[in-house]
């Protein structure tokens, strides 16, 4: 005599499985809508706010006039004005403005 397997409805262990997976799946997509509806209504992330201006600088010291004004002084406030604008402290604008003036 040859046996068959099972025929007609599932037996207990194949109802509880079939249970096991529907369950899974729903809860699965009532966690995703959920997630959803939240990021929806989620206020939006900060937006960047630039950092607060830095107080301007004290002017620079009036120069010598005419022939008294040094090679080596020019070089050494260019290269001060150099040196802030590489830091950041400086501006291209304020820079330039500067240094148009130190040359004259």
């Known amino acids: ?3 068959r397997g099972r025929v007609g409805r599932p037996g207990l262990l194949g109802t509880v ?3 096991a997976v ?3 799946t729903a809860q699965a997509t009532s ?3 959920n997630r959803h509806a939240q990021q929806r209504a989620a206020p939006p992330p900060p937006q960047y706010e630039a950092p607060p201006a830095a ?3 004290p002017p620079l010291p009036p120069e010598p006039s005419g022939a ?3 090679e080596d002084d020019l070089v050494a406030k260019l290269g001060r004005l150099g040196d802030l604008h590489r830091s950041g402290v400086l501006s ?4 330039a403005a ?4 130190l040359l004259g």
């Open 1 to 3: 005599m040859i046996r």
């Open 17 to 19: 499985a079939r249970t």
């Open 22 to 24: 529907i369950t899974g």
């Open 31 to 33: 966690n995703a809508m």
């Open 55 to 57: 107080p301007p600088l």
């Open 68 to 70: 008294a004004q040094s």
């Open 92 to 95: 291209d604008e304020e820079f």
């Open 98 to 101: 500067a240094k148009a003036k």
